[in-house]
């Protein structure tokens, strides 16, 4: 290995070291927790298959997410059943049915949402701080919207869910304006011509994540359309991740929220 990337990778070490100890004098994790995680190491080989991010939260604040689909059912179980373990909870997106049937009597608390097809345990009582409000165009955006809340109300962000506000209809957007421009992100869910994007960028002063779905006729070419406006718009502030990402739009929404939500606490 280069010596410059051995160092680098001895520094980070010492970062997420300092960062545990730091968490445990704060009284934010146990002893336990503290020991467990000096007793594995930055991964974990499962085999040929997979290799975990054991100190994924440690260096960048959100844990090991699994995708589900593809996914061979002994290899999903397994995935599934050790990062419950290691973090005691999960999260898995673009899950199936038959995927739940194989981990709802091994794991009881598995919740599974056949409209997002989010799978996961869940902390109770986990407090849900900021806010991120989690737009739709129409309710056919609903599906990617919820894999979007969801995503965000995991990592520790609080949604205010705004369905069914498209340009079609545009007074209905304008009713919950205020809702919409009191968050710390805004998320713009839309198929077709995906102009809900445009529109919430030039009635919010945060950055409003687009989302193109790909829901639509023929021309919409299964959310390039969408995919093309947003990525045109002449509004400021917005920032599009690929077709149908409702993760990624509730990952990012969360990173801003935090910064949000630090901001609001100086």
């Known amino acids: 290995m280069d010596g ?6 001895k520094e980070r070490y010492i970062m997420e070291t300092r ?4 968490r445990f004098k704060n009284n934010e994790i146990s002893l336990e927790e503290a020991e467990h995680y000096f007793r594995k190491g930055p991964f974990e080989e499962m085999g040929e298959y997979a290799k975990l991010d054991s100190h994924r939260e440690i260096r960048s604040g959100f844990p090991e997410v699994i995708f589900c689909s593809r996914k061979a059912d002994e290899h999903f179980v397994r995935i599934f059943q050790r990062l ?6 999960v999260l898995g997106t673009r899950a199936s049915q038959h995927q739940y049937e194989l981990v709802k009597d091994l794991l009881p608390g598995v919740e599974y ?3 997002s097809h989010i799978i996961k345990i869940e902390k109770k009582n986990k407090e849900l701080k900021g806010k991120i409000a989690v737009c739709t165009a ?3 955006d609903i599906s990617v919207a919820e894999e979007a809340a969801q995503t965000a109300e995991y990592f520790g962000s609080r949604v205010e869910r705004i369905y069914d506000i498209g340009v079609s209809g545009i007074h209905r957007l304008l009713s919950r304006l205020d809702t919409i421009q009191d968050a710390n992100c805004v998320i713009a869910v839309a198929g077709m011509e995906g102009a809900l994007a445009s529109v919430l960028g030039g009635l919010v002063d945060k950055p409003v994540i687009a989302v193109p779905t790909s829901v639509g006729y023929g021309a919409s070419m299964n959310g390039l359309s969408a ?11 917005i920032a599009v991740v690929n077709i149908d990402n409702g993760y990624g739009a509730g990952y990012i929404a969360t990173q801003i929220n935090r910064l949000g939500i630090r901001e609001q606490e100086k």
């Open 4 to 9: 410059r990337l051995l160092s680098f990778f």
């Open 19 to 22: 960062e545990i100890l730091t």
């Open 84 to 89: 419950y373990e290691d973090n005691g909870e």
């Open 113 to 115: 949402d056949e409209l």
């Open 138 to 140: 129409g309710t056919a």
């Open 227 to 237: 995919l093309l406006t947003m990525i045109n718009s002449c509004a400021n502030g």
